[in-house]
């Protein structure tokens, strides 16, 4: 059972401050089976990405909406996320080191 923390961390990292897309509860089962939040933040950016693949830029008079960025801004976070996971485990790995063997 995930804790109001992880789930608040979450919703931070997804930009979903209210239960209105995502309940505590749905989060709450996905943190079960994804323990680390940002691969699961990353999972849920591709998904919001997927919902506003259809949408088009719109023009009218004075006013320009360019809703298909919201498509590449969703692929950019996720992107984000992911980067942020291999830095992560790469800087995790140590350096391997060598010394003389000393003989007696």
């Keep these: 059972m995930a804790t109001t923390e992880q789930i608040s961390n979450l919703r931070r990292l997804i930009d979903e401050p209210t239960p209105e897309t995502y309940s505590d509860t749905a989060l709450s089962a996905r943190i079960d089976e994804v323990p680390d939040i ?23 008079g004075n ?17 984000s996320l992911s980067a942020a996971d291999a830095a992560d485990l790469i800087g995790a790995r140590r350096p391997g080191r060598t010394r003389a063997i000393e003989r007696p």
């Design 38 to 60: 940002r691969i699961l933040a990353g999972t849920i950016w591709r998904e919001k990405a997927a919902t506003y693949a259809g949408l088009i830029d719109v023009k009218e």
């Design 63 to 79: 006013s320009d909406r360019k809703m298909s960025q919201l498509h590449k801004q969703a692929l950019v976070m996720a992107e």
